[in-house]
């Protein structure tokens, strides 16, 4: 048997694995020995063996035949067939109507990510888009205007921290988006456990609440940008402004007081949903704590506002001088400091098109305009890369439709998704357990630095291969100047330049304990000395790219102000059964009370509305409309109901388990096209969608 020391890569936290391989046989342990995460894994990581066995899997390339059904073809056969059809569209319409879509899984593979976008700039893709624009690219678009760079996101010093405010943030059951720490809950317990206090703020009381993880503050949907401004303001006219750090490292300082001034507590009250003394009173505990820290989420992302919130939660942190502060928020450079890469570009992002003022954020258009693209034969061709956007994006229904216009769909995938099933070529990427691989999403993202390397844990099963190799060899045929060849050539040169900073090398990691080399802590200094990127070294309190933007915020709150009472909000949730929309074909997570997503709703909201649970209802909204089941949940604020998101595979009938309990597409019901995404970040407005519900 051999024991091989490897890494989860389904989301931030890596957990570190060993794998057990007895005569091709995987079983996934937690790596005990590991120096950083000591033994913690996940349920999700160690049942991956699941997904590398599932019969479902795409295991051979599969080109559609005129009958439109699917015959497995060689790999030669594929590339040679692809690269002639690229070719052809290329030399009649420009290399501008090939289009790319990357998925949520290739931002951790760190081989395939890398030439994923080196083989889209060789092509001449004009036209990218990417799962980014529907979780977190308000983040990169923030951090881009205040900071200088799309990678500077300061995590909480979660070892020294008296209080930390997570607002939008379940961390029991997803961990914690861009921080890589594997026990998040136990951060939690160990801030309470010496004294300190953790603030949960959501529209639901997540199940990362308790007397040992902290009390939460239910708000509503979509107002988190009102409540963090009313704290602002709070801070200030109560004197708690540390004035020394704003003057040594802000700029635009008065612009940022005259906004957030135009929502104090007792005017955000009524549209934030808590009491202008509640809102004091964490405005209170943040600004008056011996240190205190923010984390904000998806929750908060995924709001029409989402980069005005990710802005004023790094606001909150300056203006009471916790940015760059012990026990605050902080970068962590790592192995890297990635954050000297990504610098702002010096002019202004947007351009104008057919479909209104655009910009890119982190390479990627709204997702949200995809079937726009489609429709108006800008795009005739499409590369969908470890994604599945009929599932993942607004208006599913107008996309599946626009697919059909394409010239030409290629699906690079490990599943047969619903999208693989609308393509014409369909090519078997490799798991995680069948590659190598340097944890290089963490860069700026650990509380604890290390740097840590796997080799492939066995070989590829089948015809399966990795996304690298994919991309060079069809790059190979058309001729194109890629830098990684099919040989591997090129492949890790600058994951090799990176660690080198560190003095640390892939083969040093292969001969360290668990792959893992530990790496000295973040210091507070480093924020301002090496994470900063603006040409004057100074924090842009508010940048003028958000002039706009700032004029919007009152028409929303005057929207907002003016919902009828009864209004329901839909939210979405996660659950310990599901991973957006590739943990659905996974046998043992199919449980009795997960064979479906429901729609939950708050005991006083259906009691109004004459509805009982399990009966099935009709949920309606300006998007669409979907039939699901109810369920009761008294963790719900009153006026909000919320459903699991990728679900939906009735149109996925390879995957057997999957579509034996379909669920429903709760993206259905999400606004699409234009106006339905925030223009300064192209994230896609998904949470806090009005709604409507009655008996179906």
Same mark, same amino acid.
């Given at each position: ?13 890596h957990c570190a694995l060993v794998a057990e391989v007895?005569?091709?046989? $995987? ?32 295991? =051979?390339?599969?080109? /559609?035949?005129? +009958? ?19 070719? $052809? ?20 593979? #760190? ?10 700039? #060789? ?37 020294? +921290? ?12 997803? =961990? ?5 720490? *594997? ?16 603030? =949960? ?10 007397? &040992? ?22 801070? /200030?006219?109560?004197?708690? $402004? ?6 040594? =490292? ?9 906004? +957030? ?45 989402? +980069? ?48 209104? %003022?655009?910009?890119?954020? &982190? ?17 005739? *061709? ?34 047969? !998704?619903?999208? &693989? ?31 840590q390397h796997t080799d492939a844990v066995v070989a ?65 200094? *480093?924020?301002?000395? $090496? ?21 919007? *915020? ?10 009828? %009472? ?21 046998? !043992? ?104 519900? /009655?008996?179906?």
């Open positions: 048997m051999r024991r091989v020391h490897t890494f989860c890569r389904i989301c931030e936290p007895d005569e091709g046989q $995987i079983r996934l342990l937690p790596d005990r020995g590991h120096p950083v995460h000591r033994g913690f894994a996940c349920h999700k990581g160690l049942k991956f063996t699941e997904v590398h066995e599932d019969p479902d899997r795409l295991n =051979h390339p599969r080109r /559609r035949t005129g +009958t439109g059904t699917f015959e497995n073809i060689a790999w030669p056969e594929a590339l040679d067939g692809l690269a002639e059809r690229l070719s $052809i569209l290329s030399a009649t319409h420009g290399p501008e109507s090939i289009g790319v879509y990357f998925g949520n899984p290739l931002g951790f593979n #760190s081989t395939g990510k890398d030439t994923a976008r080196k083989f889209a700039r #060789s092509l001449g893709v004009r036209y990218a888009f990417g799962s980014g624009t529907q979780d977190c690219a308000n983040k990169f678009a923030a951090s881009e205007a205040v900071f200088g760079t799309v990678n500077l996101h300061p995590i909480p010093d979660f070892e020294h +921290t008296s209080h930390l405010l997570v607002i939008g943030a379940n961390p029991r059951i997803s =961990h914690l988006s861009f921080v890589q720490m *594997a026990d998040g809950m136990g951060a939690l317990r160990g801030i309470v456990e010496r004294g300190g206090t953790v603030r =949960h703020v959501n529209p639901r009381r997540t199940e990362s609440v308790s007397a &040992a993880t902290g009390d939460v503050v239910r708000i509503k949907p979509d107002t988190d940008l009102y409540l963090l401004a009313a704290m602002i303001d709070e801070t /200030r006219r109560q004197g708690w $402004i540390d004035w020394d750090i704003l003057e040594r =490292h802000g700029e635009r300082i008065d612009a940022l007081f005259a906004f +957030t001034a135009r929502f104090p507590a007792e005017r955000a009250a009524p549209v934030v949903g808590i009491e202008a003394d509640a809102i004091r009173a964490l405005a209170r505990e943040f600004a008056t704590a011996e240190a205190a820290s923010i984390h904000v989420s998806t929750g908060v992302n995924m709001g029409r506002q989402g +980069t005005l919130a990710y802005w004023l939660a790094q606001m909150l942190s300056l203006v009471t001088g916790n940015l760059g502060r012990r026990g605050g928020n902080l970068y962590s450079p790592g192995y890297f400091p990635a954050a000297t890469v990504g610098r702002r570009p010096a002019e202004d992002p947007f351009f104008e098109t057919e479909f209104g %003022a655009l910009r890119t954020v &982190a390479g990627n258009l709204p997702a949200n305009l995809l079937a726009e693209h489609i429709e108006s034969g800008k795009v005739k *061709a499409l590369i969908v890369m470890a994604g599945n956007p009929l599932l993942s994006v607004g208006g599913g229904a107008r996309l599946r439709r626009a697919f059909d216009k394409l010239e030409l769909c290629v699906v690079i995938d490990i599943y047969p !998704s619903a999208t &693989a099933e609308l393509a014409d070529y369909a090519l078997p990427a490799t798991d995680w357990l069948e590659r190598a691989d340097v944890n290089a999403l963490s860069l700026g993202f650990q509380p604890k630095p290390f740097a590829p099963k089948f015809e399966r291969r990795p996304e690298w190799w994919i991309l060079a060899s069809l790059a190979e045929r058309l001729g194109l100047p890629l830098p990684v060849k099919p040989d591997g050539t090129g492949l890790n040169a600058r994951h090799d330049r990176q660690l080198a900073t560190a003095g640390l090398s892939r083969e040093r990691l292969r001969q360290s304990p668990s792959g893992t080399e530990v790496l000295p802590p973040p210091t507070p200094e *480093a924020l301002f000395e $090496i994470g900063v990127q603006n040409p004057d070294g100074r924090i842009d309190c508010c940048p003028p790219l958000f002039e706009s933007a700032l004029h919007r *915020a009152e028409e929303l709150f005057n929207e907002l102000l003016s919902e009828p %009472a009864s209004q329901l909000k839909l939210i979405t949730l996660r659950t310990n059964t599901m991973l957006n929309s590739w943990f659905a074909n996974l046998p !043992s997570l199919k449980r009795d009370y997960a064979l479906d997503n429901p729609l939950y709703m708050n005991p006083e909201d259906a009691e109004r509305l004459g509805l009982r649970a399990s009966e099935e209802v009709r949920v309606e909204s300006a998007g669409g409309a979907v039939i699901a089941t109810l369920a009761l949940d008294d963790s719900l604020r009153p006026g909000v109901v919320a459903m699991t998101h990728g679900w939906g595979h009735g149109a996925s009938p390879a995957l057997k388990v999957a579509s034996n309990h379909p669920g429903v597409n709760v993206n259905a019901l999400l606004p699409a096209g234009a106006g339905s995404f925030e223009p300064l970040s192209n994230q896609a407005h998904m949470t806090g969608i009005p709604v409507e519900v /009655r008996a179906a």
